[in-house]
């Protein structure tokens, strides 16, 4: 079982940063392929980035290449999403998301931070 917290959201004006994480609780955490997926409204949720359980692979949506970048500190169960260059469409909930193997769904899911970029 994993939980996941995300934190670090906010309000930020275009061209602007932020660091999102993810806390994990849970002693496979460092053995989890985790994700970051968004939700802007009126929208289905979509996938913005993946690592693997060593922090050696990455894939990235390409809306999002460049200019954002996963990482992951398993000593600190934790996740990040570094985003750069902050566009007023990436305005969205951010969800933190882990799955045991890289061919299983994402089947845990945190309760999201709102991002909102403003023009």
């Known amino acids: 079982q994993v939980q996941l917290v995300e934190s670090g959201g906010g309000l930020v004006q275009a061209g602007g940063s932020l660091r999102l994480s993810c806390a994990a609780s849970?002693?496979?955490?460092?053995?989890?392929?985790m994700g970051w997926y968004r939700q802007a409204p009126g929208k289905e949720r979509e996938f913005v980035a993946r690592?693997?359980?060593?922090?050696?692979?990455?894939t990235y949506a390409d809306s999002v290449k460049g200019r954002f970048t996963i990482s992951r500190d398993n000593a600190k169960n934790t996740v990040y999403l570094q985003m750069n260059s902050l566009k007023p469409e990436d305005t969205a909930v951010y969800y933190c998301?882990?799955?045991?193997?890289?061919?299983?769904?994402?089947?845990?899911w945190g309760q999201g931070t709102q991002v909102t970029v403003s023009s």
């Open positions: 690592i693997n359980w060593s922090g050696a692979n990455m």
């Open positions: 849970g002693r496979s955490f460092s053995s989890y392929d």
């Open positions: 998301a882990a799955r045991p193997t890289i061919v299983a769904p994402f089947s845990y």
